[in-house]
């Protein structure tokens, strides 16, 4: 998920959470302090690339990036996912009512 | 006001503690922080509540260490090592190394530890072997529970007397009489009778004789043969297996003739005696055989040669029994006034002090146990709270260790179970070394004491668990006092250069060391005393002169024709056929005086004489005249008593009056003897009665006065002449001293053991000093240096030191001389002639144990006083 987040481009860990919080509908609950040691391991698995950047206000943030094992990792992933859904959704005929 | 940054810091600061909390990641999450707090204060939420909730939404600090330590770690398990672990073994290696690592470094502690510890068990275990061996006589048989041996029991004068030699009708008669009683064995030994099988002819086989039911009753395991029918046959005969090997070799015995005075066939093959047995022999013939043998009689009453067992049916007490059989005797001999009372088989070797009991035979001692029981005890007490006392005052210098370990992040259980382990693993190896110890020692201690102790696991099962506890014990208390107290410590207050750890129990290791050197200076008190009760029997005229006294057994050579051969030679000073003192003596009631008040019963000691006795055994007269050839009528009216008898019969005007002894002595008496010990100091003087022997009678012994110059010649000249007269027996002799200090062989070999285990306490008690002494010194070594300084002299400091190990040594004496009085009185209770307690040995060993102490410590005290105080200074 934090893999598609990023496809949209450069962002950093507030912001990225708030989506996912937004996206998810507000049902899924990570505490938010959960998210960054997921980002430091995606980082390690090299799928991410961050870099600290001052803000206008002053502000020191980490911002991350998908790098090209990031995107292909991201792909494969895709494909996983859309290949499931088509299964399920050939066993998943709307039950007769 | 809410100081934002203030809050952030704090909230920083405790995320630090964790381990896994990379700066970097801090200053992340810090970001978001800030971040979420500044969305919420624009939603209008006000500053504190907007951190509280922005604090929640990021969660907790540990839960997201343990995440990011996750990703960064290596280990399989991915558990952060601040969580206590579940996987054991590794861990106890890791112990285990430590401790092996510092053991190395400290070989002298160590091994001081170590061996005092090692020693002290092994003491304990061998003196606990013995112990059990001591208890364990005769639970072999297999009905062991319900067998009882009968004593009687007399009123003479005032005292009870016993004889464990009981009338020959007795057994036959309680088990026809009392159905309580189901069946009896009677028994009696001797040797010194010619044993021939085929070629061989040999002196030194223990006989037995008994009642064919005496297999019944004691379960001896049969080799060869049925114990039920073994001894149906007059002329048969039970071998142990060491006689039938010596008689017959290898060959099967069974079927073979053995002769003693007749034939016998070997009717069964039993394995040897165990050395737990109050009875010992080397073969079992039927008792009716003793009617030819001894012309006995078995329906007489007044014959009392045998020792009756008898066994009991199940469930019945033997006290209840023994008081309804006691009477058995007075119903067949009225004028008795004995008492009949049964002994059970397991009190038969500890418990018999009974005035007239078993020839050949040393009896053990209750007493004795119970002091080798409670020696064990205290040696092992001694060696735990050595080790105790060193581990704990060791503990001191390593605070600065224990401390390093906490800063750079060891948890106090990890401390505790480090310290722990060190001292199990030191007893663990202490105990594995006692054993190798006892391994080595085994053998000496059977030597001294005639036993067979082995050391396996099956059969001292519970003395090794026991053990294994002991040193678990020893090793978790000695553990846990540094554990404990010095894991508590503050690292920053160790660290500071002026702490001055006073390790606190300061007064309970004195404690330790008083009790310990109280229990040390016990020991020695007891081995002074028995030092110096054998010393004292040594050395006690025994009113006769037993020195340079030969002692034969007659064989029934003629008398006179005999004595005149021997007499050619200068050597031979004069030959006495009597009874000579130090015989066992036997005593029988039963004799009856002039003036006798009816009833009154007397235990006396008949001993066969001829003219010759005084001279020869050196013997006084009190009143009166011994036996001489000038009044003719001396050998069959006369008799001569001594003081004693005197004494115990209560006569007033003792020459003149008439004795008699059923139809075996008969006379007035001449004269009263000197009083002399006629047996062990063990036992008060007998009342004996001399007489001479009736014509028909013979004699059995033969005594020969040798000059003291010139012994072998005339022990040759006195083989030549029994060669002589005798041919069928070798020539057998012995000293008559030899017989007095056989008396006196379980005293010598008890003070033997208890000299070595003394040593064994004081070696362990002064290497607990050596170390404790070395361990304050160490301690002291600044203050040393300063005084060095300042200008005491060497001896000064050395002084200084040792005064205060002195000033607790004399402590323990106060404990230890009333401990050691009570003991000491109780063993030498068993004598009957015995030294006083009196302030010289008590003031000696406490002089001893003092020395002792003092060089102990003045090595350590003399090293710290010549050290170079500049080095000493400068120890920081």
């Not at chain 2, 008898?310 to 059989?325: A, D, H, M, Y």
């Not at chain 2, 020991?523 to 004292?536: A, E, S």
């Not at chain 2, 037993?546 to 008398?559: G, I, Q």
Request: aromatic content about 12%; proline content about 3%.
């Amino acid at each position: 998920m934090i893999l598609s987040i990023l496809i949209g481009g450069e962002n950093y860990g507030y912001q990225i959470i708030q989506k996912v919080k937004e996206l998810s509908g507000g049902k899924l609950e990570w505490s938010d302090g959960m998210l960054y040691p997921v980002l430091h391991r995606l980082e390690k698995d090299g799928f991410i690339r961050s870099q600290w950047k001052m803000s206008n206000g002053g502000r020191l943030r980490k911002y991350y990036m998908l790098t090209e094992k990031g995107r292909e990792e991201l792909e494969k992933e895709r494909k996983q996912w859309l290949s499931v859904h088509e299964a399920l959704s050939k066993l998943w005929k709307p039950i007769p009512a | 006001m809410f100081d934002l940054e203030k809050a952030i810091k704090n909230w920083r600061k405790k995320l630090r503690k964790n381990e896994a909390m990379e700066d970097g990641y801090l200053a992340e999450i810090e970001s978001h922080l800030r971040d979420d707090f500044e969305n919420r204060r624009q939603k209008g939420i006000p500053e504190q509540e907007a951190f509280q909730k922005s604090l929640e939404t990021i969660g907790h600090g540990d839960r997201i260490g343990a995440e990011y330590f996750k990703t960064d770690t290596r280990s399989l398990s991915g558990s952060p090592p601040w969580k206590p672990s579940h996987f054991m073994p590794i861990l106890v290696f890791n112990y285990l190394k430590i401790a092996l690592r510092r053991i190395r470094r400290h070989k002298g502690y160590s091994f001081i530890n170590i061996a005092g510890l090692a020693i002290g068990m092994a003491c304990c275990i061998l003196m606990f072997l013995w112990v059990q061996d001591e208890l364990s006589f005769d639970l072999f048989h297999k009905n062991e529970d319900n067998i009882c041996r009968v004593i009687t029991e007399f009123k003479t004068s005032a005292k009870l007397t016993h004889n464990a030699r009981t009338p020959n009708p007795l057994g036959p008669t309680l088990v026809e009489r009392f159905p309580e009683v189901i069946n009896f064995a009677r028994y009696q030994g001797f040797d010194g009778w010619i044993v021939k099988s085929g070629d061989n002819t040999y002196l030194n086989d223990f006989l037995g004789t008994a009642d064919p039911s005496f297999f019944e009753i004691f379960t001896f395991p049969f080799v060869r043969g049925d114990p039920k029918t073994a001894l149906s046959e007059k002329h048969s005969i039970v071998l142990t297996q060491k006689m039938a090997k010596k008689h017959f070799g290898d060959e099967d015995s069974m079927g073979k003739v053995i002769n003693i005075l007749e034939d016998f066939t070997v009717t069964g093959v039993i394995e040897d005696v165990p050395e737990n047995s109050h009875l010992h022999f080397d073969c079992i013939f039927p008792i009716v055989n003793m009617e030819d043998f001894w012309h006995d009689d078995f329906s007489n009453w007044h014959r009392t040669m045998f020792y009756t067992y008898i066994q009991l049916q199940k469930g019945n007490s033997g006290k209840l029994v023994g008081e309804k059989i006691a009477g058995t005797i007075k119903d067949f001999v009225p004028r008795s006034s004995a008492e009949v009372f049964l002994q059970p088989l397991k009190d038969v070797h500890l418990h018999s002090d009974f005035e007239a009991d078993l020839d050949n035979y040393s009896q053990g001692s209750s007493t004795l146990v119970l002091i080798f029981s409670l020696t064990a005890m205290a040696i092992l007490l001694i060696a735990c709270i050595n080790f105790m006392n060193l581990a704990t005052a060791r503990s001191a210098s390593r605070a600065k260790e224990v401390s390093m370990r906490k800063v750079s992040g060891a948890k106090r259980s990890d401390i505790i179970r480090q310290f722990l382990g060190e001292s199990f693993l030191l007893s663990v190896i202490a105990l594995l070394l006692s054993f190798i110890l006892v391994e080595l020692f085994l053998p000496l201690l059977n030597d001294l004491s005639g036993k067979e102790l082995t050391l396996t696991f099956t059969s001292n099962i519970q003395l090794i668990l026991g053990l294994i506890g002991i040193a678990l014990l020893t090793g978790m208390l000695s553990g846990s006092y540094p554990a404990f107290y010095l894991s508590a410590f503050r690292p920053a207050d160790i660290l500071k250069k002026h702490f001055d750890i006073r390790v606190r129990g300061g007064f309970f290791r004195k404690f330790l060391v008083v009790f310990q050197f109280a229990l040390t200076i016990i020991l020695l008190i007891g081995t002074t005393v028995i030092y110096r009760q054998i010393d004292f029997i040594r050395k006690k005229d025994l009113g006769f002169n037993k020195d340079h006294v030969l002692y034969l057994p007659s064989r029934h050579a003629d008398a006179e024709a005999y004595a005149n051969d021997l007499l050619q030679d200068p050597g031979v000073l004069s030959v006495s056929y009597s009874e000579a003192p130090s015989s066992e003596p036997w005593g029988v009631t039963g004799f009856d005086w002039e003036g006798r008040a009816p009833g009154k019963e007397v235990m006396l000691f008949p001993v066969v004489v001829d003219y010759e006795y005084c001279k020869t055994f050196g013997t006084r007269m009190k009143e009166g005249r011994f036996f001489s050839r000038e009044f003719s009528t001396d050998a069959t009216e006369s008799v001569v008593v001594n003081e004693t008898a005197v004494k115990a019969m209560g006569l007033e005007t003792p020459i003149g009056t008439k004795l008699s002894f059923r139809d075996q002595i008969e006379g007035r008496i001449i004269g009263i003897m000197k009083d002399f010990h006629q047996s062990s100091l063990h036992n008060a003087i007998e009342p004996m009665v001399f007489h001479f022997n009736a014509e028909d009678e013979g004699y059995h012994h033969v005594a020969i006065k040798i000059s003291a110059e010139n012994v072998p010649s005339t022990l040759s000249f006195v083989e030549s002449v029994w060669k002589k007269h005798i041919q069928n027996y070798p020539f057998t002799y012995e000293f008559l001293d030899e017989k007095t200090d056989n008396f006196y062989k379980t005293e010598k070999t008890i003070g033997r053991i208890f000299q070595y285990f003394t040593s064994m306490a004081i070696l362990i008690a002064c290497l607990g000093l050596f170390g404790l002494a070395s361990f304050t010194a160490e301690q002291r070594t600044k203050e040393i240096g300063i005084r060095k300084v300042l200008g005491a002299s060497i001896s000064r400091i050395a002084v200084m030191l040792s005064k205060e190990f002195a000033k607790w040594v004399l402590w323990a004496n106060l404990i230890a001389w009333p401990v050691a009085y009570f003991v000491s009185k109780r063993w030498l209770g068993e004598f009957a002639y015995r030294i006083s307690l009196g302030w010289g040995i008590f003031a000696f060993s406490a002089a001893l144990a003092l020395l002792i102490a003092i060089l102990t410590v003045s090595y350590q005290a003399i090293k710290a006083a010549t050290a170079n105080p500049v080095d000493s200074l400068r120890y920081e």
